[in-house]
Nanobody, 127 residues
């Protein structure tokens, strides 16, 4: 069982930056694939970024070059650094954890792969 708690959301102007954090409970955090998803009003929840147990990362095309996912296994925390934010990045951002698919395998981007979810944190980017 893993419990996830996100923080760091807020209101920022276009072009600005935010860093989201996701603190996880449990002693086996390092064995989980971690992902960030987001959901805008009226839209499906979509994959943003993922990181494998060994640190391999994968990004949605819409955020590549602007967002960076990282993890600190000693702190049981995964981060999402978001730079050059755009109004279309406005959404509720969710942290998710899924079973290890290989330490250096590409993180899955499908929602159904992840079986633990946080409560979400709102990110609003004004134009």
């Amino acid at each position: 069982q893993v419990q996830l708690v996100e923080s760091g959301g807020g209101l920022v102007q276009a072009g600005g930056s935010l860093r989201l954090s996701c603190a996880a409970s449990g002693r086996t955090f390092r064995e989980y694939v971690m992902g960030w998803f987001r959901q805008a009003p009226g839209k499906e929840r979509e994959f943003v970024a993922g990181i494998s147990s060994g640190g391999r990362t994968y990004y949605a095309d819409s955020v590549k070059g602007r967002f960076t996912i990282s993890r600190d296994n000693a702190k049981n925390t995964v981060y999402l650094q978001m730079n050059s934010l755009k109004p279309e990045d406005t959404a509720v951002y969710y942290c998710a954890a899924g079973p290890n698919n290989g330490w250096y395998s590409a993180p899955p981007s499908g929602r159904t792969y992840y079986n633990y979810w946080g409560q979400g944190t709102q990110v609003t980017v004004s134009s």
